[in-house]
Structure formats: structure tokens, C-alpha cells
């Protein structure tokens, strides 16, 4: 069984989701279940020194919107699955590319360690994950060899790995993540709880047995 899972690292909900995701996968004992990693970028406009992060919300939203509330809402649901968000230590909006092509070029089996870190780096220490100094630092810190990946990523590679992504999400139609792929037959959009996961995997080892 397979699960694609498409993100963006500046996504909070797509954190919570996958946490969710993984809760659900912890106490599942069918079928093996195979994960991929996908990128999708919520703004590839945003230049790659980044922006200020509570300004470009405020735009984001028109400004009519509490942003304290937002955050608020998030950092609750963080608790909930287990994670902890610190949005005032977030300074910078990224450009997300870089951080995509970072996990896309890592070990198969190094990619959620990777992702995980980006996500608590930005989102609870306020680390800039747009940075390549930032990134190999955090590769590094995930224990993932560091030799020469720093000529890797200014070479461009893991950026045809990307495009793919972002074309495939485009041509299934995805316009909003986290979104997952489930044995390529079923979809979820959202941070799900974990049940919901859990329900549809049972659904699907239920038809692989009546098939």
C-alpha cells in the first residue's frame, strides 16, 4: 500500500496532517504501508531571500483577519497531535524550493527525518528554511551525510525531481495541501485525524480481500 503525501515545509496544516497521518500508521498492522514525499509550493512567487512572514499573511488574508486567532487555531491543533508551534519566533516567509529539492535529493529513507526538521526548525525555532547555510545545517543535524551536497543543491539538482511534483499535483488537480494520495485510488484533503486514515486503509485491505 502506498500513501503520497504532498506538503508544502511552510504549511502547517500539512504538518498536523502528517503527524496525524503517522499516528495512524504506528497502529496499523496490515498491509506495509510505503511513503512519498511530494512537493507543492503554496506561493512560488516569493523571492528566494524570503519575505517578512507577518506582513505577507497580513496580505494573504486582506488584512481582515486576527492573525493572534490564526495562529491561535494552529498552535491549539499542533497541541493536539503532539507538536508544538511558536509563531513568534517565525520572521520569514521563505521561498520553499530549495527545501523541497533538499528532501528530494536525500536517502529514500532519510526523507521524513529530513521534512521533520525542516518543519520544526521553521516552525518552532524560527529558522530561516530558505537558507542553504540553514538546510545543510539541518541535514547535517539529522545525521545525513553532508559531502558534497552543498554543490549538489547549488548545482540544481533535486529541481527536475520537484517540477515533477508540482506538475503532477497540478495534473490530479490539487489546489490546496496537505493532500494525500492513498493506493492511488482514494484522496484526503486536510489535516484528517487519525481514524479517518486509519478507516480508509481498513477500507482498502477490505477490498484487496474481496477482490
Request: glycine share 10%; aromatic share 8%; charged share 25%.
Amino acid at each position: 500500500m502506498r500513501i503520497e503525501l504532498f506538503h508544502d515545509t511552510v504549511c502547517p496544516w500539512c504538518r498536523i496532517g502528517k503527524q496525524n497521518m503517522l499516528t495512524a500508521l504506528s497502529e496499523w498492522t496490515g498491509e506495509p504501508v510505503e511513503l512519498s514525499i511530494r512537493a507543492y509550493m503554496l506561493d512560488a512567487s516569493i523571492p528566494v531571500e524570503g519575505l517578512p512572514f507577518k506582513e505577507t499573511m497580513q496580505k494573504k488574508f486582506g488584512g481582515q483577519v486576527d492573525l493572534s486567532q490564526v495562529f491561535s487555531q494552529v498552535t491549539e491543533a499542533g497541541k493536539g497531535a503532539g507538536l508544538a508551534f511558536d509563531f513568534d519566533k517565525v520572521g520569514f516567509m521563505p521561498n520553499t524550493r530549495m527545501s523541497h529539492r533538499l528532501i528530494a535529493i536525500v536517502p529514500q529513507e532519510s526523507k521524513l527525518s529530513m521534512l521533520e526538521a525542516i518543519n520544526k526548525a521553521y516552525f518552532e525555532d524560527g529558522r530561516d528554511i530558505g537558507s542553504l547555510e540553514v538546510l545543510l545545517e539541518l541535514a547535517q543535524e539529522t545525521g545525513i551525510e553532508t559531502a558534497g551536497l552543498r554543490e549538489r543543491l547549488t548545482g540544481g539538482e533535486g529541481e527536475e525531481e520537484v517540477a515533477q511534483d508540482l506538475a503532477y499535483g497540478h495534473d490530479v488537480g490539487i489546489t490546496g495541501v496537505p493532500f494525500f494520495i492513498i493506493d492511488g485510488k482514494y484522496a484526503l484533503t486536510g489535516a484528517q485525524p487519525p481514524s479517518v486514515f486509519t478507516q480508509v486503509l481498513q477500507k482498502i485491505a477490505e477490498e484487496k480481500s474481496n477482490g
